[in-house]
């Protein structure tokens, strides 16, 4: 049997092909304050990037990066096959996936502004087919699963996943993201109950609460821990006890493109839950690790040279903590 690690950790999301591209100014400078409810614009690029993407897949190479050998559960179209060998020569376990007979894989185009502020477009294609896969047979295959990230995906699929999770007594990790825009309330509700884990940004955090209308301390008592990423403020974990960690970002090398920071902050947040490490260890191993995805173009184009990583840490948080994670932290 493939050797997983300590956790087998099964990743569930969209799986997708990002076009990124960069405009040499600010979107607000095209915005006119009182036709906002007409907007017809065209920016200009002067870049563009063709990189494999998709949040399920992205957090999966993140894990893998580090050493987890994580599952990948998705649905792709039958364009795959290249994206395919690039996951599995990096570590990422591919066999569960689905390949559609009729659907391309699912497309992320984003346009990113000198600020930083991004306009996106997604077309699913063959993610909508992630709503017919189980996971009870892949956990069965494996000999069980320890933990199911449900990332954004085909909304019907997110809620099968999280349903059969409560349901075989799989635990859970919400990470409803990019999707909460689309989803109503109760679906929210239903995604997110009795998760392990919630991750989600700041603005996501509030939306949350706003579309669900539970208040903070009424999602903290329905989940385990409440992971909220905060921008250039870092990230906080927080259970109905209260406060568990607040870390701070590292110091960047470079700003090269935001796409995909977040993944890697999930990726290394779990990998940290994977090897047993606080969640204060978890979130700097996160932070540290959406650090390099912010200096790269692309959300997998990163590469971890382990000695390089852990003498970051170590400046960011302290020898002691980068001990702790050398400990764990095994060259891939």
């Known amino acids: 049997m493939t050797d997983f690690g300590p956790m087998r950790i099964c990743v569930t999301g969209s799986v997708a092909t990002d076009h990124l591209m960069t405009f040499p100014g600010s979107f607000t400078d095209s915005l006119v304050a009182d036709q906002l409810h007409a907007i017809s614009l065209s920016f200009l690029v002067d870049d563009l990037q063709v990189r494999r993407g998709g949040v399920g897949a992205n957090i999966a190479f993140g894990l893998a990066s580090l050493g987890v050998r994580p599952i990948l559960l998705a649905a792709v179209g039958h364009d795959f096959a290249d994206y395919r060998s690039w996951l599995d020569r990096h570590g990422v376990d591919t066999t569960a996936v689905l390949e559609s007979e009729v659907a391309h894989t699912a497309r992320f185009v984003c346009t990113t502004d000198t600020a930083h502020n991004q306009i996106a477009s997604f077309y699913p294609g063959a993610m909508v087919e992630a709503r017919n896969i189980e996971i009870g047979p892949v956990a069965e295959r494996f000999g069980g699963l320890d933990l199911v990230v449900v990332g954004p995906n085909d909304p019907e699929a997110m809620l099968r996943h999280t349903e059969e999770c409560r349901e075989r007594g799989i635990p859970f990790a919400a990470d409803p993201s990019q999707q909460l825009a689309s989803m109503d309330g109760e679906s929210i509700r239903r995604l997110i109950d009795g998760a392990a884990y919630l991750f989600t940004n700041e603005y996501e955090a509030a939306l949350t609460e706003q579309k669900t209308g539970w208040s903070a301390a009424e999602i903290l ?59 204060q260890r978890s979130a700097e191993l996160g932070s540290m690790l959406a650090t390099l995805v912010i200096e790269t173009v692309g959300t997998q184009e990163y590469e971890l040279d382990h000695a390089d990583f852990q003498s970051r840490f170590a400046e960011a948080y302290g020898q002691s903590a980068a001990d702790e994670l050398s400990a764990v932290l095994q060259p891939v």
């Open 221 to 279: 008592d329905r989940v385990g821990l409440r992971v909220t990423t905060l921008g250039k403020n870092g990230a906080k974990v927080e259970s109905s006890e209260g406060e568990l960690a607040r870390v701070a970002v590292p110091a960047e090398r470079g700003l090269a493109d935001p796409t995909g920071v977040g993944d890697a902050f999930r990726a290394g947040y779990l990998a940290g839950v994977g090897w047993g490490l606080s969640a």
